[in-house]
C-alpha cells in the first residue's frame, strides 16, 4: 500500500511544484512595468549558495582545498557527511555493508586509514559496526548526523599546519558556532524513511537553536533518526575450487573440496572425468537475508563570547549509534569436504564428499551444477549488537592583539567507545540429495531436496560461537599558534604561521570469546533439547529471493538464540583473549612554521606557501606475549619513537583573470594500523584458517607528494579544472605469507570456529594455516588525474535559469602493494583501489522549488582478504557499483519546505566475482560472483524550516 501511495504522491508532487513554481516566475514577470529595464540580481540561496561558498573557498586557497559549506546553519546538504565527501574529485566513498550507508572514505587510491580527520583541527578517531576490533586508523563518517557540521575542508596537499599521518588527505570537519550567523535562528526537520526492501517506516527529526545577545551567542542542536534496511542474496563465501585442484596438497586455492567418484552412485553421464573434476563449486553455496535496524541520536553545542579582539568559544559534540543486525543464511557446506571412510556416518567428517549424480558443466563459466549426493545443509544465524558513543570537547580562543598579530589557542578532548558482541548458531542435514542451478541470476539461483528442510527432527551437529569486542579511542591535544602579517619589499606581503602542538591518543582492544564455555552449553542441552528450540518461520521477513529458494527451514529466533546463550554472560572477562587484546599509546610533539607570500609577478598575482613541519613520536605499547615452558600469556610492554621533518610548499598563479596554476610539492607520512603493530599472532576471521602476526617495529611510510593543476573560473558559482597527482611512497608496509600449522601459532582452539572443531572442540595441531606478517619494504609510486566541472546555468532563459550541474572524475593508474603473478609465471595488472570513480550531479533551483539528481560511480578494485594467487589463478574484485541519488523540496514560506529524498533509486546490486586470471573460464563478473546482495531503496519524506 505504501509503495502505491508514494507511486501516485511522487509525480503529483513534481508535477505540482513545477507548475506552481513556473506560474509564479511568470506572474513576477508580468508585475513588471513594461517601462523599466529587467532586473539581472540573483539572490543565491540552497544548493547552489552552497556550492558557491565552497568554491570561493577553493580558489582563496593557495594549496589544493575543496569544501562543502552548509546552505545554512544546521542546513547541510547532505543526509550524510561521507556522501557529500564523494563529490570531491579524488574521494572514493567505502559503505557499510548492513545498513548500506557511506561510512569511510579513501582518497587517490590509498586506504581508508591513509586519511586524517580532524575535527575543529584536533585529530579524531571513531569505529562502528563491521570495523569494531579491526584497530584500523581512521574516522567513521556514519556515526554522525550531517546536520551537527556546517562546514567540511578537504586537503590533498600538505602544509606545515595540517596534523601529520594523512598521505592521502586530511579532512577537517567544523561545528557551526552562534556568530557564524549573528541573529536567533530555530532550525527544524521531521522525515519518515521508508525502505523498500524492508516495508519499514522510520522517524527522523532534527532542530537547533542559535541565538546572539550582544558578545554572547549560544547554539544547541539535538538530532534523531532510526532506520531499518533488509539486504537478501547470495554468497559463496570466499570463493570457488576444482576436485582437481582442491585434492591436493598444499590445496590450490583457499579450501579443499573433492568430488566421490569411487560411490555406487556416483555417474557423469556425458561428462568426462576431467571435466567434472576441473569444474568450479562454490566454497558454501548459501541463501543470504539480513536484517539491520539502526539508531543515531546527537547533540552539538557552542557557547561563544566575542568582543573586540577576542573571540572565545566552548564546544561539544555528542553522537550515540547503535546498531542491531539479523543474519540468517541456508544452504550447501562444500568446503573441506573429502570422503576417506566410508563407515563414517553420511555427510559428516570422512564421508562427506560430493557424489556427482547427475551434473552439468557450464561451458561458458565452468561451473559445476546439477544432482549431487551426499551433500550437508547448514542452517545458521549471527545475532549482533554494536554500539558507538562519541564525545567531543574543546575550549577554542582567538585574540587579535592588533592588525597585524593574531594568537590563537586550542584545549581539546575526544573519545570513541564501541562496543560488538554477537551468537552464531547452526545446526546442519547430513548426507542429502540435493539439486543446484545458478540459472541466468547468480544473486538469487535455485536449491532444492527430496529431504525436508522445515523438519526439526532432520537437523543435528548444532554448532555456537560468540564473541565480544571493545575498542576505545581517547585523544588529547592542546595547541596554540600565532599569525603575524607583515609587508616585503616590492608590495609583496606575507602572513606567517607558526605553533606548536602536542596530542596524546589512545587506542585499546579487549577482546573476548565464550565459545568454550557456549560450546558446553549447547551440549549440555543435547540434539533434542536444541530441535525443540527451533522454528520453520524465518526471523527476517519481507524477503524476495527469486524462485528458487526454499521458503522456509528449521532456523532460531533471536529471543531464544539470546536467552539460551546470553553473549554477554557467556563472554565474560574470563574469556579475554590477550592474543588479540592491547592498549597502544602515541605521544606526538610537534612544530610548525610557514609563510604565505603575495605578490605581482608579469602583472599577475602569484601566492605561494612554504613551511616545515616537524614531530616526534613516542609509542607505548601494552599487550600480552607467551613466556616462559608453558607459553602462557603474559604482560608484555614495548617503546618506541621516531622523529619526521615534513617540508611542504604550494603555489597558485592567476595566468589570466580567471584561469589560475596552482601547484605544490610536499612530505607527508601515515603511521600503520595498530592492528599490525600492537597486536601478537592473530585470527582476524574465525571461520578463515589465516593468521596474521604484529610487528611492533614497522616505521611510518612516507610520502613524496606533488601536485599540479589548472583551474578556469569561466564565470561566478562556475569551474572547469584539471589536476595531476604523483605520490612517491617509502618504507610501505607490505605484507608476505608462509604456510604453518594450527599447532605451532600457541593459540587457543576458540581462535577458530566450529567449522575447524571436532565434536569435543579441539582444532587439529596439524590444520594448515597461512601465517601473514608485515614490513617495511620497498618503493611505490601512485599517480592519476582529476577532472571537475561546475556551472550554474543563468544564460538559459527562464525558468530554465535555475539549473545547473557539477562532475568529477578520478583516474588512477593500476597501483598495488605487490604483484598478482599467475600459475604460468604471468604478471596481471591489478589495483587495490578502483583505476577510476566519478561523481555527477544536475540540479535545479528557482523560487520555491529545487531538484537534485546525483550518480556516483566507482570502478572495480582488487578484494582485501584475496590480493594474492592462492594457486587457483583466480583474482577476487569488489565489483564496480553506483548509485543513484534524488531529491526534490518545495518551499511554501521561509518556515515550512516540503522535502522528498530517494537514496539507491538504481537499487545497485553489491557483489564480489572471481575471475580466472588465464582467461581460459569465460567472464567471472556475470557468473563466479560471492557476497551478491540487495539494499533495496529508501525513500524520506518529510518537512523542514527555519522559525
Excluded: C
Excluded at 557552542?302 to 564546544?315: E, H, R, T, V
Excluded at 558507538?388 to 589557542?409: I, P, S
Excluded at 553489491?910 to 581460459?920: I, K, V
Amino acid at each position: 500500500m505504501r509503495k502505491k501511495i508514494l507511486a501516485t504522491l511522487v509525480p503529483l508532487a513534481l508535477s505540482a511544484a513545477y507548475g506552481n513554481a513556473l506560474a509564479q516566475s511568470e506572474a513576477v514577470a508580468s508585475e513588471a512595468p513594461a517601462s523599466e529595464a529587467p532586473v539581472n540580481t540573483v539572490v543565491v540561496t540552497g544548493f547552489r549558495s552552497s556550492l558557491q561558498k565552497a568554491l570561493n573557498l577553493k580558489q582563496q586557497a593557495i594549496g589544493v582545498r575543496d569544501s562543502i559549506v552548509a546552505e545554512d546553519i544546521g542546513k547541510f546538504p547532505e543526509a550524510n557527511v561521507a556522501e557529500s565527501l564523494q563529490r570531491v574529485p579524488g574521494v572514493i566513498l567505502n559503505r557499510d555493508e548492513s545498513s548500506g550507508e557511506g561510512q569511510r572514505i579513501s582518497i587517490r587510491g590509498l586506504p581508508t586509514e591513509y586519511s586524517v580527520t580532524t575535527l575543529n583541527g584536533a585529530p579524531v578517531n571513531a569505529t562502528s559496526t563491521g570495523t569494531i576490533g579491526s584497530a584500523a586508523r581512521g574516522f567513521n563518517y556514519d556515526v554522525f548526523a550531517s546536520e551537527l557540521f556546517g562546514r567540511v575542508d578537504f586537503y590533498k596537499s600538505p602544509l606545515a599546519e595540517l596534523s601529520e599521518g594523512g598521505m592521502g588527505g586530511v579532512v577537517d570537519l567544523q561545528t557551526p558556532r552562534p556568530f557564524d550567523n549573528p541573529k536567533r535562528t530555530i532550525r527544524y526537520s521531521l522525515v519518515e524513511s521508508y525502505n523498500t526492501m524492508s516495508k519499514k517506516a522510520d522517524p527522523m527529526g532534527f532542530a537547533l537553536f542559535s541565538n546572539t545577545w550582544g558578545e554572547w551567542g549560544f547554539l544547541a542542536g539535538v538530532s534523531h533518526s532510526s532506520s531499518v534496511n533488509n539486504r537478501s542474496g547470495f554468497e559463496a563465501t570466499g570463493g570457488y575450487n576444482s576436485s582437481a585442484r582442491g585434492s591436493q596438497n598444499p590445496v590450490k586455492g583457499n579450501f579443499a573440496v573433492t568430488l566421490d567418484y569411487d560411490h555406487p552412485r556416483a555417474n557423469l553421464g556425458s561428462n568426462t572425468r576431467s571435466a567434472v573434476d576441473n569444474a568450479l563449486l562454490p566454497r558454501i553455496y548459501r541463501f543470504y537475508g539480513s536484517a539491520n535496524e539502526r539508531t543515531r541520536d546527537g547533540m552539538v553545542s557552542s557557547l561563544q563570547y566575542k568582543s573586540g579582539g577576542l573571540n572565545l568559544s566552548l564546544d561539544t559534540l555528542y553522537s550515540k549509534l547503535t546498531n542491531t543486525r539479523d543474519e540468517m543464511y541456508f544452504g550447501l557446506l562444500v568446503r573441506n569436504s573429502k570422503t576417506t571412510n566410508r563407515n563414517a556416518p553420511a555427510g559428516q567428517t570422512g564421508n562427506n564428499g560430493f557424489v556427482p549424480i547427475n551434473v552439468r558443466v557450464d561451458p561458458e563459466s565452468n561451473l559445476l551444477t546439477g544432482t549431487f549426493g551426499n551433500t550437508s545443509y547448514s542452517s545458521g544465524v549471527t545475532y549482533s549488537e554494536d554500539e558507538t558513543k562519541f564525545g567531543y570537547t574543546a575550549l577554542n580562543g582567538r585574540w587579535t592583539v592588533n592588525d597585524k598579530l593574531a594568537l590563537t589557542a586550542q584545549l581539546s578532548s575526544n573519545s570513541s567507545k564501541a562496543l560488538s558482541y554477537q551468537d552464531t548458531l547452526s545446526g546442519q542435514i547430513f548426507g542429502v540429495d540435493s539439486t543446484i542451478d545458478y540459472g541466468d541470476d547468480h544473486v538469487y539461483p535455485s536449491m532444492s531436496s527430496p529431504t525436508s528442510y522445515t523438519d526439526p527432527n532432520n537437523f543435528q551437529g548444532f554448532g555456537i560461537g560468540t564473541g565480544w569486542t571493545r575498542e576505545t579511542d581517547k585523544a588529547k591535544q592542546g595547541r596554540v599558534v600565532a599569525d603575524w602579517d607583515y609587508n616585503l619589499p616590492g608590495d609583496w606581503t606575507g602572513h606567517l604561521k607558526a605553533g606548536l602542538v602536542y596530542v596524546d591518543t589512545t587506542k585499546g582492544i579487549n577482546k573476548r570469546n565464550g565459545t568454550s564455555a557456549a560450546t558446553a552449553k549447547l551440549n549440555s542441552l543435547g540434539t533434542a533439547g536444541l530441535r525443540s528450540g527451533m522454528t520453520s518461520n524465518l526471523p527476517i521477513g519481507n524477503l524476495d529471493m527469486g524462485a528458487g529458494w526454499p521458503k522456509a527451514w528449521g532456523t532460531f529466533t533471536r529471543d531464544y538464540t539470546y536467552s539460551t546463550f546470553d553473549p554477554l554472560a557467556l563472554n565474560s572477562e574470563a574469556t579475554f583473549t590477550p592474543a588479540q587484546s592491547f592498549t597502544a599509546g602515541e605521544k606526538v610533539t610537534t612544530g610548525f612554521v610557514q609563510s604565505d607570500f603575495k605578490g605581482q609577478v608579469l602583472d599577475r598575482e602569484l601566492r605561494f606557501n612554504a613551511g616545515v613541519r616537524y614531530s616526534r613520536t613516542e609509542t607505548l605499547i601494552d599487550n600480552f606475549k607467551q613466556k616462559g615452558a608453558g607459553l602462557a600469556y603474559q604482560p608484555n610492554q614495548e617503546k618506541g619513537s621516531y622523529s619526521n621533518v615534513l617540508p611542504a610548499f604550494s603555489a597558485a598563479l592567476d595566468l589570466t583573470d580567471n584561469l589560475m596554476w596552482r601547484a605544490s610539492w610536499g612530505k607527508t607520512i601515515s603511521r600503520a594500523s595498530l592492528s599490525i603493530i600492537a597486536a601478537q599472532t592473530v585470527i582476524p576471521n574465525q571461520f578463515d584458517n589465516t593468521a596474521t602476526a604484529g610487528n611492533p617495529n614497522l616505521r611510518p611510510q612516507q610520502s613524496k607528494n606533488l601536485d599540479t593543476s589548472l583551474e578556469w573560473y569561466f564565470q561566478p558559482g562556475s569551474l572547469v579544472s584539471a589536476a595531476v597527482f604523483r605520490k612517491e611512497l617509502t618504507d610501505a608496509t607490505v605484507s608476505s605469507t608462509t604456510n604453518v600449522t594450527f599447532g605451532s601459532l600457541g593459540l587457543p582452539d576458540t581462535a577458530l570456529g566450529a567449522i575447524f572443531q571436532d565434536a569435543s572442540g579441539r582444532v587439529d595441531p596439524n590444520l594448515p594455516m597461512t601465517l601473514r606478517s608485515f614490513s617495511n619494504a620497498g618503493n611505490q609510486t601512485l599517480k592519476g588525474f582529476e577532472l571537475a566541472y561546475q556551472q550554474a546555468f543563468t544564460f538559459l532563459p527562464e525558468p530554465f535559469k535555475g539549473f545547473g550541474a557539477l562532475a568529477s572524475y578520478t583516474h588512477i593508474d593500476p597501483f598495488n602493494s605487490f604483484k598478482w603473478i599467475t600459475n604460468a609465471g604471468k604478471e596481471v595488472e591489478v589495483n587495490s583501489v578502483p583505476k577510476y570513480a566519478y561523481s555527477t550531479t544536475a540540479y535545479y533551483e528557482r523560487g520555491p522549488l529545487a531538484m537534485r539528481m546525483s550518480y556516483n560511480y566507482k570502478g572495480r578494485s582488487l578484494h582485501g582478504d584475496n590480493p594474492r594467487n592462492l594457486g587457483d589463478d583466480m583474482i577476487r574484485w569488489r565489483a564496480a557499483r553506483g548509485y543513484l541519488d534524488a531529491n526534490i523540496s518545495y518551499k511554501l514560506s521561509e518556515s515550512l519546505e516540503l522535502r522528498l529524498d530517494a537514496l539507491n533509486l538504481s537499487n545497485t546490486l553489491a557483489y564480489d566475482y572471481f575471475e580466472d586470471a588465464t582467461g581460459q573460464y569465460g567472464s567471472g563478473k556475470k557468473t563466479r560472483m560471492d557476497y551478491a546482495k540487495y539494499d533495496g531503496r529508501t525513500i524520506k519524506i518529510g518537512i523542514r524550516g527555519k522559525l
